[in-house]
């Protein structure tokens, strides 16, 4: 594959396609080899072919590298769990299988406050129920949740000042990842990998016809 041709949202495109639970390559050969690319054309390439073959061991770097971040700012964690969790609750079958959960567990401690989190009953038109049906967790609407974990986090992230910290963090999991693809040599394994994958990309695209 002549990486000098492959624009960067064809490369995300095949990053996003690609099997990420392939185990990351070994430790001995992600700290082989270093040189400095001798044009910009061999830098571009050399920059996405590695991108591409080392993509489980920067995403392991990268999350590294945050974890190590929130390590100094303890409410950070609490912070960027809230606020995972308000965005997590805009999807419509995550936020009922939530519900449906905590319900579960409260039944099982109070059967009477199990009832009150029930959502209320789907209006019906003309027999028929209602289009329009709104989310509820634990018995009350979705935006209520999401409005206050929302709330909540962003105070938390104020008082511990943990954005700061994670965006230098994420910002020094991504120089790292930049300047290993930039200066690791690509070796024969990488050239190989990739041209097994362009040629499982031409097989998909064969057998779609």
Same mark, same amino acid.
């Given at each position: 594959?002549?990486?000098?041709?492959?624009?960067?949202?064809?490369?995300?495109?095949?990053?996003?396609?690609?099997?990420?639970?392939?185990?990351?390559?070994?430790?001995?050969?992600?700290?082989?080899?270093?040189?400095?690319?001798?044009?910009?054309?061999?830098?571009?390439?050399?920059?996405?072919?590695?991108?591409?073959?080392?993509?489980?061991?920067?995403?392991?770097?990268? #999350?590294? =590298?945050? @974890?190590?971040? /929130?390590?100094?700012?303890? *409410?950070?964690? +609490?912070? &960027?769990? %809230?606020?995972?969790?308000?965005?997590?609750?805009?999807?419509?079958?995550?936020?009922?299988?939530?519900?449906?959960?905590?319900?579960?567990?409260?039944?099982?401690?109070?059967?009477?406050?199990?009832?009150?989190?029930?959502?209320?009953?789907?209006?019906?038109?003309?027999?028929?129920?209602?289009?329009?049906?709104?989310?509820?967790?634990?018995?009350?609407?979705?935006? #209520?949740? =999401?409005? @206050?974990?929302? /709330?909540?986090?962003?105070? *938390?992230?104020? +008082?511990? &000042?943990? %954005?700061?910290?994670?965006?230098?963090?994420?910002?020094?999991?991504?120089?790292?990842?930049?300047?290993?693809?930039?200066?690791?040599?690509?070796?024969?394994?990488?050239?190989?990998?990739?041209?097994?994958?362009?040629?499982?990309?031409?097989?998909?695209?064969?057998?779609?016809?």
């Amino acid at each position: 594959m002549d990486w000098g041709n492959v624009t960067a949202e064809d490369l995300i495109d095949a990053l996003r396609e690609v099997d990420w639970s392939s185990p990351p390559r070994p430790m001995s050969e992600f700290f082989s080899r270093f040189t400095v690319p001798r044009s910009s054309s061999k830098w571009n390439s050399r920059l996405k072919c590695n991108l591409y073959y080392y993509r489980t061991n920067y995403f392991i770097l990268i #999350v590294s =590298v945050l @974890i190590l971040g /929130f390590l100094r700012r303890p *409410l950070a964690i +609490v912070a &960027a769990l %809230l606020t995972a969790l308000s965005i997590a609750f805009l999807n419509d079958s995550f936020a009922g299988t939530f519900s449906e959960k905590v319900t579960r567990t409260v039944r099982q401690f109070s059967p009477h406050l199990a009832a009150k989190m029930r959502p209320p009953l789907t209006p019906v038109i003309r027999g028929r129920p209602s289009a329009k049906r709104a989310i509820y967790i634990c018995g009350r609407p979705r935006f #209520v949740f =999401v409005g @206050i974990f929302s /709330f909540v986090s962003f105070i *938390l992230w104020f +008082v511990s &000042a943990g %954005l700061l910290t994670v965006l230098w963090a994420l910002a020094i999991g991504l120089l790292a990842t930049i300047l290993h693809a930039s200066f690791r040599t690509p070796n024969l394994k990488a050239r190989l990998n990739t041209f097994r994958e362009e040629f499982r990309a031409v097989w998909r695209n064969y057998s779609d016809l």
